[in-house]
């Protein structure tokens, strides 16, 4: 793995043994990762008292900010378990410790998941829980146990993994990313002071966004409130023209031209722009989503399909845009102030698949069977002990 690829460059890595912080640049991959995760990483962390903050950097760490085969869908395990969830797994080779320095390759059976959700409850059912035996193995790292998400880095260090700077690079992503703002309870949903504007304007064109959103399998709360935002609740000179969504270049050959303010190294400039004029709402509504679904894997992460709420999808546009960190909150703000998702088709959850295992034969046959079976019985205990811990090394294709 490059730290720079997937976590964000280290802008001050020392060779020395010291305990010389460490900082990272702000990656995309791992902003967006944890727009993505974030919102259940608080909701886990209050629940079982631990740092969501610490959660999340070590999800980031283990998994790539998410893009290491293991993580990625349809596998979602983030912490790199072994064993099986609810019947599910997967087989990879991963590397293990030799405990004289040598390495060694080997197939294990790693827990598969619905979803990042279930892998990250799972990761709190261990810290909670404990090892085989040790329940206690993890508290040093609770909430309650220490005066700060350092010390619960720290006390993880040579205990959840060998590397003696782990806590470094838990502590530099925190304070990269801001991820303590995960440590706080959930503030309430932030609401507006409502507008007859937009009102009127979302009256004009729900119908429409929600016919075509059911067809795109998409939200059609997200599009609308993103086009309040774009078109200022159809107010703006773009609006005029039946453009809501700021598409520029030409439809079915009409087009106008709009001084645009440019952001430039020596500041804004102004600038002529040529955006698409449209016969109608509707037809401004068809053509954006035509224009996401151009690249087929941002329309993927747009869809119900993939995401099983709309914060998913805002959170995910926020990670696109690097102007505005904020711009889920507004979309989310204006889809709670007037109800949006009440447009939104009704998401069907994804309930992992039960397996269903077969009645074990109670009979008894003979003496020597009856020892083969508690010999067996034994190493397979022996067996299901190791594959409960978390991986320290992890294969990935990159």
């Known amino acids: 793995k490059k730290d720079d690829d997937l976590l964000g460059k280290i802008i001050n890595k020392s060779d020395k043994k010291d305990s010389t912080p460490i900082k990272y640049t702000r990656n995309q991959s791992t902003a967006e990762f944890i727009e993505e995760v974030g919102e259940s990483a608080r909701e886990i962390g209050q629940k079982n008292d631990l740092y969501a903050s610490v959660m999340i950097a070590q999800a980031i760490l283990e998994s790539g900010s998410g893009n290491s085969g293991l993580s990625r869908s349809p596998n979602y395990n983030l912490f790199g378990i072994k064993g099986s969830f609810e019947g599910e797994y997967v087989q990879m080779p991963t590397l293990e410790d030799n405990g004289k320095g040598g390495m060694y390759t080997i197939s294990a059976k790693f827990r598969k ?5 279930e892998s990250l409850q799972d990761y709190a059912t261990l810290m909670t829980g404990g090892t085989s035996g040790r329940s206690t193995f993890y508290q040093g790292a609770w909430k309650s146990n220490t005066d700060s998400y350092k010390d619960a880095t720290k006390y993880l260090t040579g205990r959840y993994a060998t590397d003696t700077r782990y806590n470094d690079k838990l502590n530099g ?8 703002q995960y440590d706080q309870k959930k503030a309430v949903e932030q609401k507006m002071k409502k ?22 399998d998409m939200y059609a709360s997200v599009l609308i409130a993103d086009a309040i935002i774009q078109s200022t609740s159809g107010n703006n000179i773009l609006a005029e023209k039946n453009n809501i969504f700021l598409t520029k270049g030409s439809y079915k050959e009409k087009s106008v031209e709009v001084d645009t303010v440019k952001q430039t190294k020596k500041g804004p400039k102004l600038e002529k722009v040529t955006y698409k004029e449209y016969p109608s709402y509707k037809e401004s509504i068809e053509d954006h989503v035509a224009e996401v679904k151009k690249d087929k894997d941002v329309y993927e992460e747009m869809t119900t399909s993939k995401k099983d709420t709309y914060k998913k999808v805002t959170a995910y546009m926020t990670a696109q845009k690097k102007e505005d960190r904020h711009y889920h909150k507004k979309l989310n703000s204006l889809i709670a102030t007037y109800d949006l998702k009440d447009f939104d088709k009704k998401v069907e959850q994804k309930k992992p698949v039960k397996v269903v295992k077969a009645k074990k ?3 008894k046959k ?11 019985q034994t190493m397979t205990d022996k067996l299901s002990e190791s594959l409960e811990k978390p991986v320290k090394y992890q294969v990935t294709k990159n």
């Open 113 to 117: 998941y619905p979803s990042y959700k």
């Open 173 to 180: 992503l925190i304070e990269t990313y801001n991820l303590t």
């Open 195 to 216: 507008s007859k504007k937009t009102e009127a304007f979302i009256k004009e064109i729900s119908g429409d966004a929600k016919e075509i959103a059911a067809k795109n």
């Open 361 to 363: 034969d109670t009979k």
């Open 366 to 376: 003979t003496e020597n069977i009856d020892m083969l079976n508690k010999i067996g």
